[in-house]
């Protein structure tokens, strides 16, 4: 079975400060992973994937990921946060078969301070 | 740019009511997805839909629940008879039959539904 764990239910920066939100996953093989973001009452906008092509995946507003087999990582960052990036942030796992279910992480909650 | 479409925003029932949450995937997509989120919890799979019928149900999937592709564009999701537990954000998605990195899957902005 695939899952993920995302450390840190709430976190909180100031403007401009680096974001960092932790992802780490479980797999039993190569995973297929994503960033989601969900503003506030709105559905889930895809940030980013890692597929196996590369190992950092750049994405949009830009936020990026580096996949760390190692690690068993895919922690999100940002070098500089901007006020609306306050949204909550989900990873997700899927197989690699096509139509696999999306296996999501519990979230994490990024608020933005002045 | 394409998106997924969901209607209602917001439906209210009550308990034992049958309810229709209805999706439109986008248009040249092949798989379709029904996901729930409850207040507070994380994103959760029902089922996933392939070529008409049922590719993989999750254990909350049961016999209280169905989905549907009545016409070549909407996608449904029944709940026979509601309880209060199916309280909660109903997200559509859809991915394009693609290999492997392809295969994105992309969320319209979800039904809340609430059950009294």
């Known amino acids: 079975a695939q899952s993920v764990t995302q450390l840190g239910s709430h976190v909180s920066v100031s403007e401009g400060a680096l974001v960092l939100l932790r992802c780490n996953y479980s797999s039993s093989v190569p995973p297929y992973l994503f960033w989601y973001v969900q503003y506030p009452n709105q559905g889930l906008q895809l940030l980013l994937k890692y597929t196996s092509a590369a190992t950092l995946v750049k994405g949009i507003n830009g936020f990026e990921a580096e996949f760390k087999k190692s690690e068993t990582s895919f922690h999100l960052t940002k070098p500089s946060a901007h006020m609306s990036d306050a949204a909550e942030y989900f990873c997700a796992v899927r197989r690699e078969t096509s139509g696999s279910r999306l296996t999501f992480g519990e979230g994490t909650q990024l608020t933005v301070n002045p | 740019e394409p998106e997924v479409t969901q209607t209602p925003s917001h439906q209210v029932t009550q308990m034992g009511q049958e309810v229709i949450l209805r999706c439109v995937p986008i248009s040249n997509h092949l798989y379709f997805y029904w996901y729930r989120q409850i207040l507070g919890q994380k994103v959760e799979f029902l089922v996933s839909?392939?070529?008409?019928?049922?590719?993989?149900k999750s254990e909350i999937f049961d016999d209280q629940f169905s989905v549907e592709r009545p016409d070549g564009s909407n996608f449904t999701l029944k709940i026979r008879s509601t309880k209060l537990e199916d309280s909660a954000m109903y997200f559509c998605a859809s991915s394009p039959l693609g290999q492997g990195s392809t295969d994105t899957q992309y969320f319209g902005p979800g039904t809340r539904l609430t059950v009294l």
């Open positions: 839909f392939y070529n008409n019928e049922i590719s993989e």
